[in-house]
Every structure is written in structure tokens, then in C-alpha cells.
């Protein structure tokens, strides 16, 4: 995602849409969990203590999945 990424702009295109998050804790365990909306995805994300080393958010739109990288998360996370 570029500088001018706005997790607000997202969350308000995006917010309904289901979304799959795929985290690594170490580089022994990947987790793919799937939620209803994509307030529900970042929800999880925030309680996760500590956060996972690599973290990908997809948004299901369109028929297709929208990757979302660790610094458009960390956005996610901050603002919604």
C-alpha cells in the first residue's frame, strides 16, 4: 500500500466485506483465520499479545481476495 493509504477510506469501502487474515508467530507456526467483516478481522488482530512477526489481511471484494500488507494492518489496527 502507498503513503497516502487511509484506513478510515478502507474501513468504509471495505468494512462489510469478509476477510481472511494470515499470521506467522515464529517460523514454525502459520494461522489463517476467517472473519464475517473486516472489523471482526482487525478485532482479532488487535487482542493477539504478542503481535505475530508477519501478518497479511485479505478483503474478499469482487470475487477476488485484496492483499493487504503488515504496514496497511498496523494502520488498520491504529485508527479503527
Same mark, same amino acid.
Given at each position: 500500500?502507498? &503513503?497516502? %493509504?487511509?484506513?478510515?477510506?478502507t474501513f468504509a469501502i471495505y468494512g462489510?466485506?469478509? *476477510?481472511? #487474515? *494470515? %499470521?506467522?508467530?515464529?517460523?514454525?507456526? *502459520?494461522? &489463517?483465520?476467517? %472473519?464475517? *467483516?473486516?472489523?471482526?478481522?482487525?478485532?482479532?488482530l488487535k487482542a493477539l499479545d504478542p503481535?505475530?512477526?508477519? #501478518?497479511?489481511?485479505?478483503?474478499?471484494?469482487?470475487?477476488?481476495?485484496i492483499p493487504f500488507d503488515r504496514d496497511?494492518?498496523?494502520?488498520?489496527?491504529? &485508527?479503527?
Amino acid at each position: 500500500m502507498s &503513503e497516502n %493509504f487511509s484506513a478510515k477510506e478502507t474501513f468504509a469501502i471495505y468494512g462489510e466485506s469478509e *476477510t481472511t #487474515i *494470515t %499470521f506467522t508467530r515464529d517460523e514454525f507456526y *502459520t494461522e &489463517e483465520m476467517t %472473519f464475517a *467483516t473486516m472489523r471482526d478481522a482487525v478485532d482479532h488482530l488487535k487482542a493477539l499479545d504478542p503481535i505475530p512477526l508477519k #501478518i497479511v489481511l485479505y478483503i474478499r471484494a469482487h470475487g477476488r481476495d485484496i492483499p493487504f500488507d503488515r504496514d496497511s494492518v498496523a494502520k488498520l489496527m491504529q &485508527e479503527l
